[in-house]
Nanobody
Framework: QVRLVESGGGSVQPGESLRLSCAAS????????ISWFRQAPGKEREFVAA????????YVKDSVKGRFTISRDNAKNTLYLQMSSLKPEDTAVYYC??????????????????WGQGTQVTVSS
């Protein structure tokens, strides 16, 4: 059973940076991809970025490209989301999720089998 634990959230001012972590356990993750999603109050959960465990392919949604970077520490089985130049509209609970099989990533939440508990990011002056 795959277990995901997010950390690194907090309250920051606009323009500052945060690095979120997603520690994964309970599997070898070969053939998996892990993605970051976020959910703002009153809004649907939305895809942010994906990392393909085999091969290291990455994808970041256009609206945060250039500000957000996804990366991995293979030895620690940990995925990161480096967020810079944060804006108030980035305020949300951030989740990581595992996808197995099919296309290596999708923006559809229903195709992800395991989710972490989320970490809150608040960007406010």
């Amino acid at each position: 059973q795959v277990r995901l634990v997010e950390s690194g959230g907090g309250s920051v001012q606009p323009g500052e940076s945060l690095r979120l972590s997603c520690a994964a356990s309970g599997g070898t993750f070969s053939g998996y991809s892990i993605s970051w999603f976020r959910q703002a109050p009153g809004k649907e959960r939305e895809f942010v970025a994906a990392f393909r465990w085999n091969g290291g392919n990455t994808y970041v949604k256009d609206s945060v490209k250039g500000r957000f970077t996804i990366s991995r520490d293979n030895a620690k089985n940990t995925l990161y989301l480096q967020m810079s130049s944060l804006k108030p509209e980035d305020t949300a609970v951030y989740y990581c999720a595992v996808k197995t099989g099919g296309s290596w990533f999708t923006v559809r939440t229903a195709e992800y089998g395991s989710w972490g508990q989320g970490t809150q990011v608040t960007v406010s002056s």
